[in-house]
């Protein structure tokens, strides 16, 4: 090296080059990024070249480019009759791009878990950055440009993914920031708290609570909070269960004899309608959205399903069940709440002020799997987090949006409430529940 920075270099041939030794460095930190660049271009994630891998495939493109008539196109030509069901193509192509906004647009794929042929299972992530799913595709081996069997779930973030834990310091800066630019986004508004044994140690408000009036959100302000009123319909019957005025195993018949259709009230327990394994399924439809104006009272909402087949026997099955419970202000949502007092039913509810152990134990344990590391309690989702026990309950309709989570032996509480659309409370507490430091 010379006195002036300069580094002589022999090139090939007769002639001599001198390079500035920061030139060099330059030149060397672009070939690496270069190379850098041309190894994450050779290694992303491929389908593979397969009838199921170009299933997967045209499902990705149509539902991320969020055109409903090439959608319904796909739909049309790629769909069986056992997927369709009798729904018109528009119709399922409409209703499968209601969600596409809520995860940011789409899909990445993330990793093929399993192929063949006829089957492809992958994982993809939501282009918002917060969310992860898992789907899986089969098809005809006698026609393999026809889809048999799609499913699409929300799935737990890949072990090699998951954020570093952070300290409470840490961890109340990072979410801050998180909701500072979401709120600036118009992508959240409401209040956060999270807790240790009982003593918030994060609890902020943003955005408004009335966007006309200009007045914003305090820990204070009321936010609807959709099913999560299912909890409290839980305990609400266990009481009544250690005060030996009823059984889980008591049928509909036995405690409203007067529901119009017998056969399913003597089948259906209390057992099943908890735990969203009676098959009666919903009551969300035509019918329902022309009359929810005038409904007053829980019988008003038998009319919508009473008399409908069972979706599968009772006990052989588990599907979301507001008809088990039913809604609006009632057993199975509707209510309003605040985040310190859905703190104060966290507490009360581990202190085992509302029932006593055994049943606190009963209704928030997980009795039906449903999703990755997560099952269905009494009213109570119950799931394992990073070793650590989590119970509670989501919410969500159009312009509502909530989430109580409970570490059950970690004392940790995240409660997130907000007045717009889902899924972005469930957004904020997962953010938040894979980020505390257990």
Request: with cysteine; aromatic share 8%; charged share 25%.
């Amino acid at each position: 090296m010379t006195a002036n920075g300069y580094l002589p270099l022999t090139s090939v041939g007769c002639c001599r080059l001198r390079f500035r030794l920061g030139d060099l460095m330059r030149l060397i930190k672009g070939l690496v990024v270069s190379l850098v660049f041309s190894l994450l271009a050779t290694s992303q994630v491929a389908l593979p070249d397969t009838p199921a891998g170009k299933m997967l495939k045209g499902w990705l493109e149509t539902f991320n480019a969020g055109d409903v008539d090439a959608r319904a196109k796909f739909i049309r030509e790629h769909y069986s009759e056992a997927v369709l069901q009798g729904a018109p193509p528009e119709r399922m192509a409409r209703r499968g791009l209601e969600f596409r906004e809520d995860v940011g647009g789409g899909f990445d794929l993330y990793k093929v878990t399993q192929s063949s042929d006829t089957e492809i299972k992958a994982v993809l992530q939501e282009k918002s950055g917060f969310g992860w799913a898992a789907i899986g595709i089969k098809v005809d081996p006698s026609r393999p440009t026809m889809v048999t069997s799609v499913g699409i779930n929300p799935t737990a973030t890949p072990d090699e993914e998951r954020p570093a834990r952070e300290e409470q310091g840490a961890l109340t800066k990072d979410v801050d920031q998180l909701l500072q630019k979401l709120s600036a986004e118009d992508r959240f508004s409401g209040v956060v708290l999270i807790s240790k044994d009982g003593k918030p140690f994060f609890a902020k408000a943003y955005g408004l609570a009335d966007r006309e009036k200009n007045i914003p959100n305090n820990l204070d302000t009321k936010f609807r909070i959709g099913s999560m009123n299912k909890m409290f319909t839980s305990v609400a019957i266990a009481q009544l269960v250690q005060q030996g005025k009823l059984k889980y195993t008591d049928t509909l018949a036995a405690v409203l004899p007067d529901y119009p259709n017998k056969e399913v009230a003597a089948k259906v327990t209390i057992h099943q309608l908890l735990t969203h394994t009676s098959g009666l399924g919903d009551y969300f439809g035509d019918e329902f959205d022309k009359k929810k104006d005038n409904l007053r009272e829980l019988k008003d909402y038998l009319q919508f399903f009473a008399s409908e087949p069972l979706q599968f026997e009772p006990g052989k099955g588990w599907a979301y069940s507001n008809a088990g419970m039913p809604l609006m202000g009632s057993s199975a949502g509707g209510g309003d709440s605040t985040a310190p007092d859905l703190l104060r039913f966290d507490q009360a509810l581990r202190g085992h002020k509302l029932i006593n152990a055994q049943l606190t134990e009963l209704i928030t344990t997980g009795k039906v799997d449903v999703g990755p590391r997560s099952k269905y309690g009494y009213g109570f989702e119950e799931s394992r987090e990073n070793g650590s026990r989590v119970v509670g309950h989501g919410g969500g309709a159009p312009g509502m949006n909530g989430d109580l989570r409970i570490f059950w032996d970690a004392g940790y509480t995240v409660i997130v409430l907000s007045n717009l659309s889902p899924p972005v409370a469930q957004q904020v507490s997962g953010y938040i529940r894979e980020r505390v430091k257990l």
